[in-house]
Structure formats: structure tokens, C-alpha cells
């Protein structure tokens, strides 16, 4: 019953910024958490950064504290990952997903969208 479609990714060089958006549709729990992942060749996913839909909680990994930013428009069923900064070993494709709790473990999150690739030149 729920849908995630990622999208804004695309090419950037290093220093510059690029948001991300993820769409959500489908029934969602009001309580629920979305976060980012990411997922580069040859490596396991990896957390980003989490939030609930209220604001109350929010966690960022340390590699883009400082750096991304996650937000919100509940009204719209979106969350944004604002990503400045951007160095070269952020590229990956980035992922979104729903789930009960904001937590850093994918395991903790029951639905995922399909992904925007992220590339950063040097």
C-alpha cells in the first residue's frame, strides 16, 4: 500500500549541493520514520539520516553531520535530504525508506523506494 519514489539526484561536482526528494503514497502512519540510506558499488547500504514524520526525532551519520540536512513537508508526503558540501564519496545511489522508528539499522524500515543515483566529480 505504499509507494516511495526518490528523485533530484543526478551529477554534481565536489563543494557543490543537490536535494533529494522522496515522495510517499499510500496510507502512512502518522508516527512513522523515513530515512536515507545509501548504497555505492561493492559496499553494504548505509544509514544517512532519519527522521520522524512529527520532527521529534532525528539522527544523521557522522560521515554528513553537518553537511545533510533532512526535512519534511508532511502535507505533501515528502522528505527532503539536502546535501551540501558534497564530496566525491558521497556518490551512491540513495535510497529512501519507511519505517515504525527512527533508527540507523535497515532492518528497522518496512518499505524502500527504488533509489537516485548521486555522482560527485573530483
Known amino acids: 500500500q505504499v509507494q516511495l519514489v526518490e528523485s533530484g539526484g543526478g551529477l554534481a561536482q565536489a563543494g557543490e549541493s543537490l536535494r533529494l526528494s522522496c515522495a510517499a503514497s499510500?496510507?502512512?502512519?502518522?508516527?512513522?520514520?523515513m530515512g536515507w540510506f545509501r548504497q555505492a558499488p561493492g559496499k553494504e547500504r548505509e544509514f544517512v539520516a532519519a527522521?520522524?514524520?512529527?520532527?521529534?526525532?532525528?539522527q544523521y551519520a557522522e560521515s554528513v553531520k553537518g553537511r545533510f540536512t533532512i526535512s519534511r513537508d508532511n502535507a505533501k508526503n515528502t522528505v527532503y535530504l539536502q546535501m551540501n558540501s558534497l564530496k566525491p564519496e558521497d556518490t551512491a545511489v540513495y535510497l529512501c525508506?519507511?519505517?515504525?522508528?527512527?533508527?540507523?539499522?535497515?532492518?528497522?524500515?518496512?518499505?524502500w523506494g527504488q533509489g537516485t543515483q548521486v555522482t560527485v566529480s573530483s
Open positions: 525508506a519507511l519505517g515504525l522508528a527512527v533508527t540507523t539499522r535497515t532492518g528497522g524500515y518496512a518499505y
Open positions: 527522521t520522524s514524520w512529527s520532527g521529534g526525532s532525528t
Open positions: 499510500g496510507r502512512t502512519f502518522r508516527n512513522s520514520a
